[in-house]
């Protein structure tokens, strides 16, 4: 087993920044690919930003230049730096780990189906 906590979620200003960060722990060794996905009330879960073991990366459209995810494999991190925060980016934040997703090699990568998540830190972003 995997778990994950997230943490770095707060309130800001449109404009501004946030870093949130991933703890995982257990059997961290089997995590292949890594991803954080957000939420916003009344709408679906969406991916924002995906990494794998070797650092193949991918972001979604929204986030392009704005977002920065990274992966720390020796302390079991993974990293989500967010710039020039907007509104629309005010949702729950989740991280997420699997073992055996190639996400590089599907049609719909944000939409990978990840085994392992964590509970969410919520970020606000005000106009």
């Known amino acids: 087993q995997v778990q994950l906590v997230e943490s770095g979620g707060g309130s800001v200003q449109s404009g501004g920044s946030l870093r949130l960060s991933c703890a995982a722990s257990?059997?961290?060794?089997?995590?292949?690919?890594m991803g954080w996905f957000r939420q916003a009330p009344g709408k679906e879960r969406e991916g924002v930003a995906l990494?794998?073991?070797?650092?193949?990366?991918i972001y979604a459209d929204s986030v392009k230049g704005r977002f920065t995810i990274s992966r720390d494999n020796a302390k079991n991190m993974l990293y989500l730096q967010m710039n020039s925060l907007k509104p629309e980016d005010t949702a729950m934040y989740y991280c997420?780990?699997?073992?055996?997703?190639?996400?590089?090699?599907?049609?719909?990568?944000?939409?990978?189906?990840?085994?392992?998540w964590g509970q969410g830190t919520q970020v606000a972003v005000s106009s």
């Open positions: 997420a780990a699997d073992p055996s997703v190639r996400f590089y090699a599907l049609g719909h990568p944000l939409k990978a189906d990840f085994r392992y």
């Open positions: 990494i794998d073991r070797d650092g193949r990366i």
């Open positions: 257990g059997y961290t060794s089997i995590i292949y690919s």
